[in-house]
Structure formats: C-alpha cells, structure tokens
C-alpha cells in the first residue's frame, strides 16, 4: 500500500518502504544479500542499483521507513550510532570548527567528538543544554583558536542524567547564530518526539536501542528534511562505507515496524517503577521526565507522547549501594545498551560513560541506569525491592 504522512505513526511503522513482493506476492520484502548488480550494457542500471556500498533494497526499505516515521525527506542506514555521528560530523564541518554539545552527553559520542575528532581539528565546549543563555555563550564564543560552531547537539532526554531540553528555543538559537542543530533522539525515538517538526535540522539515533528493539542488531541512522544537508551525508556515507548490511538492515526494520506498540508498554513500565522508586528511603533522587518533581516535566509533556522507558537513581548509601543493587537483581540483567524487550540495568560511571571519567562529563558513581522492558511492571518492582534488601549488607 502506499503510504501518506496523514496516516498514523503504526499505519506508517509497519507499512513505508514494506511494498509486497511483486513476483510472488509475499508480505515481507525479501532480504536482498547481493553486493553487485547486473547492468544492461555499461551504465545501464537497473533502478540505480550498482554496488551494496552505495545501495541495498533492504537497507533502502529501512531508510524509507526511518524517514516516513522521522517526518524527514532523506535517512541513512549505518553499521552503528557512532558510525552515523562520525559520517555526519565529517560530511559537514572542517577542521577548525566548533561543536557546542551537552555536558552530560553519552560517553561514546564525547569520546568520538574530543579525542578522534579533535585530533582531526575540531573543537568543542561542554555545556548544560537545558541553560539557554550558557549555551548561546558558547555558540557565540566557538573554538579555542576562533573556530565558528557550526553544530549545536543535545541529547534530550538526555544519557544518563535525563535532562530536557527545548527543541524548538534550542533550533531558534543554532540558527540566528548560523549553526545546524543536532539532536539525538535515541532514548525518545520517533514515536514519542519528532525533533524535526520542532526545527531540528538533523535527527541521528542508535537504532540498536528502541528502533531495533530487541538487542539483536548494532545500528544507527541519520534523519534530515534538507537535500543539501542530505546530499553531504549520502556521499560521506558511500565515500567511507560505513553502511548497514542487509541482514541488520532487515533486523532494524521488523524491529520498528512494532515501536510504538513496544514505546507505549516501555514508557508505562518506566512511570509505574520510577513513582515506587520515587517513596523508597534509601533514593536520593529519580530522574524520570514522567514524575512531576523533574525539572524539565512540564516541557516533556509538551514535546514528548509519553516519557519514555528510561530512568536514572542516585542513592543516599552512595557508589556502595548503587553497585550493590546493580549486582543483585534477576529480572533487570546488568548489561551495556538499552531499549531492548528486556529490562537492562547499568552502572554508568564503569560502564557506558568510563570514557568521561574525570571531565565535567563524569557521571555521578551513586547513579544507576535503568531501561524499563516490557515485562510486567510488578515482576520489575518486586525484583528491585529485593535488590534493595542487600543494601548495606556487604553482599
């Protein structure tokens, strides 16, 4: 069927870029492995299809799907998140310039920016996303050596500390000082935050996370609405090659075509967990967009569907009692990643952000993170009520 941005966010999930198979009529394109096409004669392509670098029909029904849900013009496919960051950052600034990013940004994405690509020339300021007046000072002020910010990049909600920012003020301010604003809309997806309907020129996600959905297949992906911007990442993407193949490209897409029905479960999990954990004596503080107590609440609801499945906990017994629930759970599997079928349970501070150990970046070590699956939220509960039990036990 054809497919129309009037329609539903599932009509689209489950239906963009999922054309049935003409010959055989079946419902579900094929995967497509080949690395070559035959040409009829030379330069005589068939529906542009040349080599697997450049283009793939599975990882073409992706990028179809990923742009139809994004409400963008173009999508990119990549091997990972990072290859996506890394394609996009080089596809559009030069050495000299300036990148003004969160200060609590995910650890790999600062790792990526100030130690690979800093040494390719490119500067960058840390700064708290959620103050618009620091971060208009550091998009005015640029590089070190006068390096002008060519892209603003937020994370919203962000990784780990769950702040929110406001897309729509944040594009107004990227843009009268003539930078691209970047968001990073992992921990939301599309289904619960459209950032570029909010003005966000350039939307990147690890599809590993709530897109795949269920840890089975390392992805990321690039969304635009400008054919400049996307002409610069589609060459930079074939140039380097850093492309998903078919069988991840096919993994991505059966994952999101059921995202906003796995999104809705995610994110009525993650409430129901973080108003318990909001009464227990041994928390300091929750950090979930959905409790009326976070700072960013009220603008959450106005740019978000729902709050999504992600939360973070700081305890009052500190780095002991944060690493002894993270040790002790059963149902909550202490893993890397998030936004899978399965809850996951992570210790930032060793684990997904060691690389901003010792920077303004660090993460606090009575933090932990969760990612809310899609069990059933009592199971979820009683699991970390037992965890809680060994606090202050040594074990």
């Not at 990013?101 to 790792?111: C, E, M």
């Not at 594009?171 to 309907?197: C, E, K």
């Not at 939307?203 to 690039?222: E, L, N, Q």
Request: net charge negative; charged share 20%.
């Amino acid at each position: 069927m054809s497919v129309s941005e009037n329609q539903g966010f599932n009509t689209r999930a489950v239906h963009a870029g999922q054309a049935f198979e003409p010959r055989t009529g079946a419902v579900v394109p094929p995967v497509h492995f080949s690395s070559t096409y035959a040409q009829d004669g030379i330069g005589g392509l068939r529906d542009g299809y040349e080599y697997g670098r450049g283009t793939n029909p599975t990882r073409d029904s992706l990028q179809e799907q990923l742009a139809a849900l994004e409400g963008g013009s173009h999508a990119y496919s990549f091997s990972s998140g990072l290859a996506a960051e890394d394609s996009m950052i080089r596809a559009l600034t030069r050495p000299g310039d300036h990148i003004v990013l969160g200060n609590d940004a995910y650890g790999g994405t600062y790792r990526l920016i100030s130690r690979v690509l800093g040494e390719w020339g490119i500067g960058n300021t840390p700064v708290d996303m959620s103050n618009l007046d620091a971060v208009a000072e550091a998009v005015a002020a640029g590089g070190p050596d006068g390096g002008k910010t060519r892209l603003v990049w937020v994370e919203t909600p962000s990784n780990p500390m769950m702040k929110i920012t406001d897309i729509e003020a944040l594009a107004r301010l990227a843009h009268d000082a003539g930078a691209l604003l970047v968001v990073d809309n992992t921990f939301a997806s599309p289904y619960l935050q459209t950032p570029l309907a909010l003005g966000a020129d350039i939307v990147v996600h690890s599809t590993t996370k709530y897109i795949g959905g269920h840890s089975d297949v390392v992805g990321g992906a690039i969304v635009v609405n400008d054919a400049e911007l996307a002409e610069k990442i589609g060459f930079v993407q074939f140039a380097v090659g850093a492309v998903s193949g078919p069988m991840d490209a096919f993994l991505t897409t059966r994952g999101l075509k059921t995202l906003g029905v796995r999104m809705d479960r995610h994110s009525d999990n993650a409430q129901a967990v973080a108003e318990w954990l909001l009464q227990r004596p041994e928390v300091e503080a929750v950090l979930y967009p959905g409790l009326p107590s976070h700072p960013g609440h009220e603008l959450a609801k106005k740019q978000m569907k729902k709050f999504g499945g992600m939360i973070s906990v700081q305890f009052k017994g500190g780095e002991a009692a944060a690493r002894t629930v993270a040790e002790n759970t059963s149902v909550f599997t202490l893993a890397e990643s998030l936004g899978g079928i399965e809850s996951l349970m992570n210790y930032p501070s060793e684990m997904t952000h060691a690389s901003v150990k010792g920077t303004e970046l660090a993460v606090p070590v009575n933090l932990i993170r969760l990612s809310c699956g899609i069990e059933d939220v009592e199971d979820l509960i009683a699991d970390l009520e037992h965890a809680f039990t060994f606090i202050g036990t040594g074990s």
